[in-house]
């Protein structure tokens, strides 16, 4: 059932940035909160790509509220153009999250939109690869510009990935880099969508007619996908799950883009 789109998924490795066009099917009435006939975009810097298979999630910075009445949550949403499908994620104890590893997420027909579509964004200037480790001058020159960055990889898992940077290091005296990705909780499909459309497939009864229904909504407590990464120059790398046993893994084909 998933979609593949090899187009924006090629996008996505050359580094091209990511975004979401989104305007609802306002006559149906579906979405939680029904207005006037609009159209919104989100920014999806949250970005992984199995089998150009694409899906990307917004920063957690979503504040659902009721004027006169209580603030809900500060939520996430992702987005993919496989299924049509969309996520809300939620939490309320970041200590928590990452001793349990589980995130509340909300799956939703993304047929309540006219129009769901994923748009590649032009790439920042790539100013560090692996394959020219040493080559330092367009990185040294972006930090010391502000700029912010973000990376992209292939995970061991053969997932490509890209995420905003929280820190880029360079350390001039022996020419050593070091990117540390910055932390989100994001819904378990970023583990790998293909096996989640394979688990969905497997909980939900006729699970294309049923994502094919606006109405369609459940709730669930799932695996969360935590993204920090710490890389080093080599590809080796350490995230949330490495941090007490003291592991790595390798990161491939790795490149830091500065943010235009």
């Known amino acids: 059932m998933g979609k593949a789109n090899p187009h924006l998924a090629a996008a996505i490795a050359d580094g091209a940035r990511l975004s979401v066009f989104l305007e609802p099917e306002s006559e149906k009435n579906t979405l939680a909160h029904p207005r006037p006939r609009y159209i919104e975009s989100y920014p999806l810097p949250h970005i992984c790509v199995k089998d150009d298979q694409v899906w990307g999630a917004t920063r957690r910075t979503h504040l659902t509220h009721k004027p006169g009445d209580r603030v809900d949550s500060v939520t ?9 499908l969309y996520c809300l994620s939620s939490y309320n104890d ?31 200037p790539c100013v560090w690869r692996d394959t020219q480790p040493k080559n330092l001058s367009a990185l040294d020159t ?14 061991p898992n053969g997932t490509l990935r890209s995420h905003p940077l929280d820190l880029a290091f360079l350390f001039p005296e ?13 819904p378990e499909a970023f ?8 688990k969905l497939s497997r909980s939900i009864p006729d699970l294309e007619k049923s ?12 695996a969360a996908y935590l993204t920090f990464r ?31």
């Open 230 to 260: 710490c890389i080093d120059g080599t590809g080796s790398a350490y995230g949330i799950t490495d941090i007490q046993p003291n592991t790595r893994h390798t990161c491939t084909d790795v490149k830091v883009y500065a943010a235009p």
């Open 94 to 124: 970041e200590i928590a999250l990452l001793q349990k590893r589980t995130l509340l997420t909300r799956l939703l027909s993304a047929k309540q939109y006219r129009r769901l579509e994923l748009i590649a964004r032009p790439a920042g």
């Open 191 to 198: 583990f790998d969508p293909i096996a989640f459309e394979t």
């Open 211 to 222: 994502l094919n229904n606006p109405a369609f909504g459940g709730q669930s407590t799932m």
């Open 142 to 155: 972006s930090i010391q510009a502000g700029h912010a960055h973000y990376i992209t990889f292939i995970d």
């Open 76 to 84: 996430s949403f992702t987005y993919t153009d496989a299924l049509p």
């Open 174 to 186: 022996s020419g050593d880099v070091e990117f540390r990705i910055e932390h989100a909780a994001l």
